[in-house]
């Protein structure tokens, strides 16, 4: 798919649970090579809006993505016991053996993500944040999608490993081509990397690109206090 075409396209989502909706007839597109990023206060439906994208929980609305897209998916937490005898290079078999791909894709994602032969080897509950972290992306990678979706990806990481983790992303989505959709609370990253933000809110949802979008009033209305950082200086920009 070239750069700038459409691979996703939803109209008039809505999300409720009951007598109360989580979110109302929002609408965007994303472009193929985009990196989206989904900011809004606590509640406002960010993880919800993602797995509505992923068709994991009942919405109503239209979501269309491009034929021939395939989503990798990294959740913002992840419902296993880390404490289990499990090897991460079992970890990711379990989805190699799953999805019938090659073995060396193993190989060929650990090396993209930066995960050493001796950490393949390690038992999940021995490794550190940053790099659990960089095994669930490592996951999401294999079937080789051309459309991730990243939800807080370093949510429980110290200010460090933070930064890795979105330098990672950056540069998988700068050397592949692929379109990221990033649920992130740090806006100052966001205002980095991102080519288009999704604001959404009780109000009207809104979209544009970083500078239009993240000004100090718009972020204030949406967030209810004045934001503390909202822009990295132009040389900055990754």
Known sequence: MAPGESILSVHNLTIAFGRHTILENVSFEAQAGDCLAVIGPNGAGKTLLLKALLHLIPCRGEIRWAPGTRIGYVPQKVAADRQLPLRLQDFLDAKIAFQKLPP??????????????????????????????????????????????????????????????????????????????????????????????LCLSKGTPCMGAPREILTPAMLQDLYGTPPRFYRHHPAERG
Do not use: C, W
């Not at 490993?161 to 050397?175: G, K, P, T, V």
């Not at 592949?176 to 288009?196: E, F, K, N, Q």
């Open 104 to 197: 060396a894709d193993l190989n060929r994602v650990a090396s993209a993500v930066g995960l050493a032969p001796e950490i393949l080897d390690a038992g999940i509950g021995l490794l550190s944040g940053g790099q659990f972290q960089k095994a669930l992306i490592a996951f999401a990678l294999l079937g080789e999608p051309n459309a991730l979706l990243f939800d807080e990806p370093t949510a429980s990481l110290d200010e460090l490993a933070e930064e890795n983790i979105y330098e990672l992303l950056h540069s998988l989505q700068r050397d592949r081509g692929m379109t990221v959709i990033l649920v992130s609370h740090d806006i100052s990253v966001v205002y980095r990397y991102a080519s288009r933000v």
